[in-house]
Nanobody, 127 residues
Framework: QVQLVESGGGLVQAGDSLRLSCAAS????????MGWFRQASGKEREFVAA????????RYAYSVKGRFTVSRDNVKNTVYLQMDSLKLEDTAVYYC????????????????????WGQGTQVTVST
């Protein structure tokens, strides 16, 4: 089991950047594929990005591709989400999640593929 803690959220203006971090408690971090999801007010949880255990396979939602970058540092037990050119519609609570194995091609976007979740960090984008 792994504990996940997100940080780095805040209030920014449209066009600004933020970098979210997700720190894992255990030394087995490298055994987990990691995903980022977000949930806006009144909406269901939405896939944002994912990175495989090796870091060599990366997936993005179409809505963030070209603006967001996911990366991981297995030595520091941390996964990052660099968010550039933020838009109003990016406003949401952002969650990181860990999967005990790399999701299949058809399932990487599914929350059910992930076994552990962080508490979330709020990102608010204003005009």
């Amino acid at each position: 089991q792994v504990q996940l803690v997100e940080s780095g959220g805040g209030l920014v203006q449209a066009g600004d950047s933020l970098r979210l971090s997700c720190a894992a408690s255990g030394r087995t971090f490298g055994r987990y594929a990691m995903g980022w999801f977000r949930q806006a007010s009144g909406k269901e949880r939405e896939f944002v990005a994912a990175i495989s255990r090796s870091g060599l396979t990366i997936r993005y939602a179409y809505s963030v591709k070209g603006r967001f970058t996911v990366s991981r540092d297995n030595v520091k037990n941390t996964v990052y989400l660099q968010m550039d050119s933020l838009k109003l519609e990016d406003t949401a609570v952002y969650y990181c999640a860990a999967a005990r194995r790399d999701p299949s091609i058809g399932s990487y976007f599914s929350p059910s593929e992930y076994d552990y979740w962080g508490q979330g960090t709020q990102v608010t984008v204003s005009t």
